[in-house]
């Protein structure tokens, strides 16, 4: 059972518009909820993180909001640029599975200039 | 911020053969360190936990006589896998944990092709 669903499965954006991935849990207790960014032949590298206790958290040109009452949390990349292109992976943990990640399938976007 | 290295970064051996891939923290002590394996085009899939001192936790699977996980100081984990088939080669990532953060930091990953 996939704990964390995510959509799109792919996405190609323009050049400086905004790239938006979305994420759905079941899971209440999950309380923690990172993004990680992966190229090719690279290991992930955490993006940004959110926890519940917020409904937005922005880093430069990411932005997390977070839907409690509906299980929902989304990446914004505002002012897509290629160099942005790369998989990434929303994730949820929580204290009771000893902080394991459980991880979306994944989004591969692609900034076309 | 904290810092995760993967040796070696590529491998490729003979059927039969085991292979020892090292995962280190370099400025921070992990508590906690995971296994993923990665397939082409597709999620991360946890193989075991390891902490600090303690035996590993494999996830459903995941067979702890291939997979040797030893994590015997707070910056160091080792998976070893013996031998190996070709049907065992994918990309093979470490993360790490403090007790302070409870993100994970992930290594570069390692490359295994076995022939």
């Known amino acids: 059972q996939q704990q964390v669903k995510q959509s799109p499965q792919s996405l190609i954006v323009q050049k400086g518009g905004i790239s938006i991935i979305n994420c759905a849990y079941e899971?209440?207790?999950?309380?923690?909820f990172p993004w990680y960014q992966q190229f090719p032949g690279k290991g992930p590298a955490l993006l940004i993180a959110i926890r519940p206790d917020v409904s937005e958290k922005k880093e430069g040109r990411f932005t997390i909001s977070f839907n409690k009452s509906a299980k929902q949390f989304s990446l914004h990349i505002m002012d897509s640029q290629p160099g942005d292109s790369a998989t990434y992976f929303c994730?949820?943990?929580?204290?009771?599975?000893?902080?394991?990640?459980?991880f979306g399938t994944g989004t591969s976007l692609t900034v076309i200039p | 911020g904290a810092v995760v290295s993967q040796h070696p970064s590529w491998v490729i051996c003979k059927s039969g053969t085991s292979v020892k891939i090292e995962c280190r923290s370099l400025d921070f002590q992990a508590t906690t360190m995971f296994w993923y394996r990665q397939f082409p085009k597709q999620s991360l899939m946890l193989m075991a936990t390891?902490?600090?001192?303690?035996?590993?936790?494999?996830e459903q699977g995941v067979e702890k006589d291939k997979f040797l996980i030893n994590h015997a100081s707070l910056t160091l984990s080792t998976l070893t896998v013996t031998s190996a088939h070709p049907e065992d080669s994918s990309f093979y990532i470490c993360?790490?944990?403090?007790?302070?953060?409870?993100?994970?930091?992930f290594g570069p990953g390692t490359r295994l092709l076995v022939l």
């Open positions: 390891s902490n600090e001192g303690s035996k590993a936790t494999y």
């Open positions: 899971n209440t207790a999950f309380d923690y």
């Open positions: 993360s790490a944990s403090d007790r302070v953060a409870e993100t994970q930091y």
């Open positions: 994730a949820a943990s929580s204290p009771n599975t000893g902080n394991q990640f459980y």
